[in-house]
């Protein structure tokens, strides 16, 4: 069974998704977070991006998007981790932020904006 794609609000780790999957685009973001990544044909010549998803996946992101300069956001990143992590329900919200090396309160402030935006109703 295929994992179903769900936007991380990014283009980049919206694009990073669609070769590798949802869940290991979010841990490659997390894992460059606000870096300028070059995408090596050998994922050997950058050993953290199979650190961060694997070998199998680092090969498949490799062979897609080689020779590649990507930049990842801070922001979609930071807010999908608290939001994964909060729904686990494997952490409290202070292990969340020092998982994340955030201030408490900016968990409380990412997932009271999660909340205010799953209330707004879709027009389109």
Do not use: N
Not at 37 to 56: F, L, N, T
Not at 61 to 67: E, G, Q
Not at 72 to 91: E, W
Request: hydrophobic fraction near 40%.
């Amino acid at each position: 069974m295929t994992e179903a794609l769900v936007s991380t609000g990014s283009r980049v780790l919206d694009e990073i998704a669609g070769v590798i999957g949802t869940r290991a685009a979010l841990e490659f973001g997390c894992a460059f977070r606000g870096e300028r990544v070059y995408i090596p044909k050998d994922p050997a010549r950058e050993p953290r991006i199979a650190e961060a998803i694997g070998e199998e996946l680092a090969r498949v992101l490799c062979d897609a998007m080689w020779s590649t300069h990507v930049s990842i956001p801070v922001r979609a990143v930071l807010h999908h981790a608290v939001k994964q992590l909060d729904d686990s329900g494997t952490m409290t919200r202070r292990e969340i932020a020092r998982h994340l090396k955030i201030r408490e309160a900016q968990v409380y402030e990412i997932l009271k904006r999660w909340r205010e935006d799953e209330a707004q109703p879709r027009l389109f």
